[in-house]
């Protein structure tokens, strides 16, 4: 049974920092590419950033490029997202998600976290 658990939102200020982690267990890091999406209030679920399964291959969207990280802890089975420099743009519900593909698109990411609250504000 696939299980993702993300933790560590919460309230933080404009320009600030925040680290989102996603307990994996159930599936193998090593053929599953890992994302993360988030999800604001009144709008579409949306792409972040995903992780390829080979560990060194990443992709970022725009809106978040040079200042998020996505990485993995194979040992703690254990994805992050780092976030720096946070805007109020950046408020949402954010999704850790495991697809078997090496997608942008979350229709193709089958098991999905329950999401953690982020709120930046000013």
């Known amino acids: 049974q696939v299980q993702l658990v993300e933790s560590g939102g919460g309230l933080v200020q404009t320009g600030n920092s925040l680290t989102l982690s996603c307990a994996v267990s159930?599936?193998?890091?090593?053929?599953?590419?890992m994302g993360w999406f988030r999800q604001a209030p009144g709008k579409e679920r949306e792409f972040v950033a995903i992780l390829h399964w080979n560990g060194g291959t990443a992709l970022y969207a725009d809106s978040v490029k040079g200042r998020f990280t996505i990485t993995r802890d194979t040992a703690k089975s254990t994805v992050y997202l780092l976030m720096t420099r946070l805007k109020s743009d950046d408020t949402a519900v954010y999704y850790c998600?495991?697809?078997?593909?090496?997608?942008?698109?979350?229709?193709?990411?089958?098991?999905w976290g329950q999401g953690t609250q982020v709120t930046v504000s000013s």
């Open positions: 998600a495991a697809s078997p593909e090496f997608t942008e698109d979350a229709s193709r990411f089958g098991s």
């Open positions: 159930g599936l193998s890091f090593t053929i599953y590419t």
